[in-house]
């Protein structure tokens, strides 16, 4: 069973910076098109943040992020990244990885899924 396990969330401040990570086992990573996704609060809808092909030739984000985050990946070590800059208190959430084989779509259509890590920024 395939298996994505996020890195710690933390508190950070407005303006601050974090990087998650999510490392997957049981799949072949180097196929995969990989995602990260927030969910705000219980009940609301789980929300594409950024994408990588499995090439790493190719990202996607929305629009809301552009500029501040970025998400990388390295295929020896089976991991993304999401590098996020000048956080925004708007940006708290539950983060999670996700994956899925490769085709030309980078946002939707994922299979597999991380747990979640909390990311909260404070004002």
């Known amino acids: 069973q395939a298996q994505l396990v996020e890195s710690e969330g933390d508190l950070v401040k407005a303006g601050g910076s974090l990087r998650l990570s999510c490392t997957v086992s049981?799949?072949?990573?180097?196929?995969?098109?990989m995602g990260w996704f927030r969910r705000r609060a219980l009940g609301k809808n789980r929300d594409f943040v950024a994408a990588i092909s499995a090439s790493g030739d190719s990202t996607d984000y929305t629009d809301s992020v552009k500029g501040r985050f970025i998400i990388s990946r390295d295929n020896d070590k089976n991991t993304v990244y999401l590098q996020m800059n000048s956080l925004k208190p708007e940006d708290t959430a539950i983060y999670s990885c996700?994956?899925?084989?490769?085709?030309?779509?980078?946002?939707?259509?994922?299979?597999?899924w991380g747990r979640g890590t909390q990311v909260t920024v404070s004002s």
């Open positions: 049981r799949l072949t990573f180097g196929t995969l098109v």
């Open positions: 996700a994956a899925k084989f490769s085709d030309s779509e980078l946002v939707g259509g994922y299979n597999f």
